[in-house]
C-alpha cells in the first residue's frame, strides 16, 4: 500500500524559507500530477502548486514568486521551496500525488500534513 511521507514542516520567521519535501513509501507508480495543497484553521483545503508528469507549474497566485515546486516522475518525489514566508502562509500542508487508473479517473494519494507556522 502506497503512503506519501512529508518532511520538513516547522515554524520559521516572517521573512525566512523553508523546504517541504514528499516521498512514497513503497511502490512508485506513473503520475499525472504531483503538488501540495494547504488548509488554514476555518478555511478550505487550496491548491498551493503543483506539477504536471509533463512539467508543466501551476502556482496559487498569493504565492507566486516566492515558492518553487519541483518533482522527480521516477521516484515520485515533489518538494516546494518556500521563500519570503509570511504569516498567512500558516497552514497543514499536504502533499498530493495523482495517479491514472484505467477508468479515465485518477487516483489521489495524500500525505498526512505538516504544520509550517510563520511568525511575525
Known amino acids: 500500500q502506497v503512503q506519501l511521507v512529508e518532511s520538513g514542516g516547522g515554524v520559521v520567521q516572517a521573512g525566512g524559507s523553508m523546504k517541504l519535501s514528499c516521498a512514497p513509501s513503497?511502490?512508485?507508480?506513473?503520475?499525472?500530477?504531483m503538488g501540495w495543497y494547504r488548509q488554514a484553521p476555518g478555511k478550505p483545503r487550496e491548491l498551493v502548486a503543483q506539477?504536471?508528469?509533463?512539467?508543466?507549474?501551476t502556482y496559487a497566485d498569493s504565492v507566486k514568486g516566492r515558492f518553487t515546486i519541483a518533482g522527480d516522475n521516477t521516484k515520485n518525489t515533489v518538494s516546494l521551496e518556500m521563500n519570503s514566508l509570511k504569516p498567512e502562509d500558516t497552514a497543514v500542508y499536504y502533499c498530493?500525488?495523482?495517479?491514472?487508473?484505467?477508468?479515465?479517473?485518477?487516483?489521489?494519494?495524500w500525505g498526512q500534513g505538516t504544520q509550517v507556522t510563520v511568525s511575525s
Open positions: 513503497g511502490s512508485t507508480f506513473d503520475i499525472s500530477t
Open positions: 506539477v504536471t508528469k509533463t512539467g508543466r507549474k
Open positions: 498530493n500525488i495523482r495517479a491514472p487508473t484505467t477508468t479515465g479517473r485518477d487516483y489521489n494519494f
